[in-house]
């Protein structure tokens, strides 16, 4: 067994996981392809090939350096997200160039996934550009973006290029099987996550997930009123805090293993300064996950009953409450109102890239949410 066994077995994944295995190795790649194609997994199993000391060039999955870089929790693996809307040029500038520069801490290859790459700021892609131009020989990037078209030519033109595609619905379902999952859960994450490997896993195996979708899978049905939708709202602004609060304690623990590993020695200052800056924009992003969830849960529930009202049973995503679906297409709601919906969620989404304010901006789709679409009569209980 390796990391690349929980890949979906692409002609993209296997060409990359025999290249990095037979040494031809690149300091800059760019892993292109729509959301729910394994992008970012692909680009974990390349940083545990780069530096598994069991299976050096595979990754074993199992050593203590590949379960580290799996969790996330690697001083030599650095992944860069963006805050907000962008990835500014001063995260490009004031850390990642510094730290590129040095050489790695204990593993053998020090490595940057950059993730949705597209949406560094011009400035920060060239900014970026001499440090892929003359690398660290220890040194290597991996750009990860669904639109590659939005990243400048001269980035572009450094990188290996490779192109993936998302994952067929029946092949996730076999992945799932084979970690644990039963088959309904793994059928029902199949079908939500449109082809996504990693949101299917959450969605059947990480248990906080499972309980934070029971909850989203009853908003609709409660949003009939004005408070009612700021009872929803609060709710989710809860489990995001959680959320924020859990993953708070997992970066306490990963402080205390880097102090533990580095002590007092070389660079330690400036790699306890940047695992500081990175979990601040981590935080953030968990915090716009689950609240952009909710709202992709309640899209996706709307969008059901259009499909289920249209003849389109068969394209049922919500396989677990079927029945509020069925309830809803046969009911009054118009297909206009039905519509707007799903745009008020989108909408709602999209102002989490905007840093706006999380509490006005759930509150306001939710009422409106209300309006547009209260819940039939005599709707079953989500449970």
Not at 35 to 42: M, V, Y
Not at 73 to 97: A, L, N, S
Not at 198 to 211: K, N, S
Not at 238 to 259: G, I, M, P, S
Request: aromatic share 4%; proline share 6%; net charge negative.
């Amino acid at each position: 067994m390796t990391v690349w066994d929980a890949l979906y077995q692409s002609r993209a994944t296997t060409g990359l996981a025999a290249q990095i295995c037979a040494g031809e190795i690149a300091h800059s790649w760019l892993l292109i392809g729509p959301s729910g194609s394994g992008k970012r997994s692909a680009a974990v199993a390349m940083a545990c090939s780069l530096n598994c000391p069991v299976e050096p060039g595979l990754g074993c999955g199992s050593c203590q350096t590949c379960v580290r870089i799996l969790r996330g929790r690697h001083p030599d693996v650095h992944h860069v997200i963006p805050e907000g809307p962008i990835i500014p040029v001063d995260v490009i500038r004031e850390t990642v160039i510094p730290e590129a520069a040095r050489s790695p801490f204990e593993g053998r290859s020090k490595v940057f996934i950059i993730e949705e790459a597209e949406r560094m700021h011009p400035f920060a892609q060239n900014a970026l550009l001499k440090t892929l131009e003359e690398p660290q020989p220890d040194t290597v990037f991996v750009l990860v973006s669904d639109r590659d078209e939005e990243l400048l030519d001269t980035i572009r033109s450094r990188c290996r290029v490779v192109r993936l595609e998302p994952v067929p619905e029946q092949e996730i379902v076999k992945l799932l099987l084979r970690e644990g999952a039963s088959e309904e859960a793994a059928t029902l994450a199949a079908r939500l996550s449109d082809g996504d490997v990693e949101r299917a896993r959450t969605l059947a195996l990480d248990q906080a997930v499972i309980a934070r979708r029971w909850l989203f899978r009853g908003i609709p049905g409660r949003l009939k009123s004005p408070p009612d939708a700021f009872d929803a709202a609060y709710e989710v602004l809860q489990e995001a805090k959680d959320a924020v609060k859990a993953r708070e304690q997992v970066q306490r623990e990963l402080v205390a293993e880097l102090a533990d590993a580095m002590g007092d020695g070389r660079g330690t200052a400036a790699a306890r300064n940047a695992l500081l800056k990175r979990h601040k924009r981590e935080l953030r992003r968990v915090e716009d996950e689950v609240i952009g969830e909710a709202f992709r849960s309640l899209a996706s529930f709307y969008r059901d009953v259009l499909a289920v009202r249209t003849g389109g049973r068969a394209a049922l995503i919500n396989l677990d409450v079927a029945d509020d679906v069925d309830l809803w297409a046969r009911s009054d709601t118009s297909e206009a109102a039905l519509v707007a919906a799903i745009e008020r969620c989108v909408q709602a989404r999209a102002s989490l890239l905007k840093n706006a304010n999380l509490p006005l901006a759930i509150e306001s789709a939710f009422v409106e949410l209300a309006r547009l679409v209260p819940p039939p009569a005599m709707s079953p209980a989500p449970w």
